[in-house]
C-alpha cells in the first residue's frame, strides 16, 4: 500500500510517497482504510521539525483520517467490518501517522459515524472539535452576543463561524481578500473586515455600537493583541490559541490593567489540554459529529489531491490558498 513519509524535516519535497506492506491488526486493534486524509498546519509543523508534540522519525504526517473499518484484531467486537469512523491522533499515542491508505490503531480510538455521514466532510471535523471546544469552554452558562473571529476564512476559524451561528451569536471576522470574505460570509459571518484596508479595532466597535464583542477567538498574537483586547466588551474573553505572528510588543498585563474596569479575561487555549481529560475530549468530538449528522454544521473542501500529492497540499496550506480544508484521497 501507498503511505507518505519524511526520514528528515524541511520543505515539502521531503514528503515522499512510499510503498509499504499493508499492516495487520493485532490483539485489539482494527485497521482502518482510509476514504479522506486531513491537511492542517501541525502537518506542516511536523514535516519541518518545529511541532512541539514531534513524532520520532520516520513518520507520516497527518492527524486526521476518515475511512471504513477493514479489519478487526483478536478480542475486538465493539465494531464491524464496513463500518465507518474517523480517526484522529489526538487518539493515539503519538500525533502524525495518517498519510496512508490504511493504518493500525487501538481498538478505543476511532469514533463512530453515522452510515449517511458524508466521510469527506467527516474529515473536516478535527477543526470543529478546536473551535467547539474553545466556545463551549468560554461559554459556562453564559449568555454571549457577538464574537470577533480573526480570520474567518481559515480552517479553524471557517469552523469557529458556522459554530458561532449555530449558538446565533453575531460574527464578525477578519480576511485579508475578496475571495475570502466570499468564503467566510457564506460560512454565515455577518460582517467581515479586510484588515489589510481597514483598523479591525475601529470597525469592530463601529459595528457593535462601541460596545465591543464578547468574545475575540485569536490564533495571530503579535502587537494585534492588544486591539484585541480593547474590542472586548465588559467582562468579555480574548481566547488566543496560537501566535503566528509572535508575542505582543506591549505589556499586554499592563493593557488590561488599563481597562480594569471592563473585568476582561485573556485565555491561551491549546487542545493538548484535554490531554489530560480523554473522555471530555471524545465527548466534544461527538457533540461535533452529531452536529454534522443534524446539518447544523457543513464542512466544506477546498481541495481534493491524491495521496501521493502531499507536498502540493502542504505548498497550498503554506500560500494561504485554502478556502475550507484540503484533502488527500488515496
Known amino acids: 500500500m501507498k503511505t507518505v513519509l519524511i526520514h528528515k524535516t524541511g520543505g515539502p519535497e521531503v514528503l515522499e510517497p512510499t510503498d509499504i506492506a499493508m499492516p495487520v491488526p493485532g490483539p485489539g486493534e482494527v485497521l482502518v482504510h482510509a476514504a479522506a486524509i486531513g491537511v492542517g498546519w501541525p502537518d506542516v509543523l511536523i514535516r519541518t521539525g518545529v511541532y512541539k508534540w514531534m513524532p520520532p522519525l ?3 504526517p497527518g492527524s486526521d483520517m476518515s475511512g471504513r473499518i477493514a479489519a478487526l484484531g483478536a478480542g475486538v467486537n465493539n465494531w464491524t467490518v464496513g463500518q465507518k469512523v474517523l ?34 466532510a467527516a474529515a473536516c471535523l478535527p477543526n470543529y472539535q478546536v473551535a ?9 452558562g453564559r449568555k454571549l452576543r457577538s464574537v470577533f473571529i480573526a480570520g474567518a476564512a481559515g480552517g479553524v476559524g471557517s469552523a469557529a463561524v458556522q459554530l458561532a451561528r449555530h449558538l446565533n451569536l453575531k460574527v464578525i471576522g477578519s480576511v485579508s481578500s475578496a475571495a475570502k470574505e466570499r ?9 467581515l473586515i479586510d484588515y489589510r ?16 464583542v464578547d468574545l475575540v477567538l485569536d490564533h495571530i498574537g503579535g502587537p494585534g493583541l492588544n486591539d484585541c483586547l480593547k474590542m472586548l466588551a ?10 503566528i505572528a509572535g508575542l505582543p510588543s506591549s505589556d499586554i498585563f499592563g493593557e488590561m490593567r488599563a481597562l480594569l474596569t471592563r473585568s476582561l479575561t485573556l ?3 491549546s487542545m493538548h489540554v484535554l490531554d489530560a481529560d480523554p473522555d471530555l475530549r471524545r465527548q466534544i468530538m461527538t457533540e461535533v459529529i452529531d452536529l454534522l449528522a443534524s446539518g447544523a454544521i457543513r464542512p466544506v473542501v477546498s481541495a481534493r489531491l491524491p495521496l501521493a500529492q502531499a507536498a502540493d497540499a502542504h505548498r497550498m496550506i503554506e500560500r494561504g490558498d485554502a478556502l475550507g480544508k484540503i484533502l488527500l484521497v488515496p
Not at 91 to 114: D, I, M, N, S
Not at 197 to 212: K, Y
Open 132 to 140: 467547539w471546544a474553545m466556545l463551549r469552554d468560554v461559554l459556562q
Open 234 to 243: 465588559p467582562s468579555g474573553t480574548l481566547v488566543s490559541y496560537n501566535a
Open 267 to 269: 485565555r491561551c487555549f
Open 87 to 120: 480517526i484522529t491522533a489526538r487518539e493515539l499515542k503519538q500525533r502524525g501517522g495518517c498519510y496512508t491508505e490504511a493504518l493500525v490503531v487501538p481498538a478505543a480510538a476511532p469514533f463512530p459515524l453515522p452510515e449517511d455521514v458524508d466521510l469527506e
Open 58 to 60: 520516520p513518520t507520516s
Open 197 to 212: 484596508r481597514e483598523n479591525l479595532l475601529a470597525r469592530v466597535l463601529e459595528l457593535t455600537d462601541g460596545r465591543g
Open 183 to 191: 468564503f467566510a460570509r457564506e460560512q454565515g459571518a455577518d460582517h
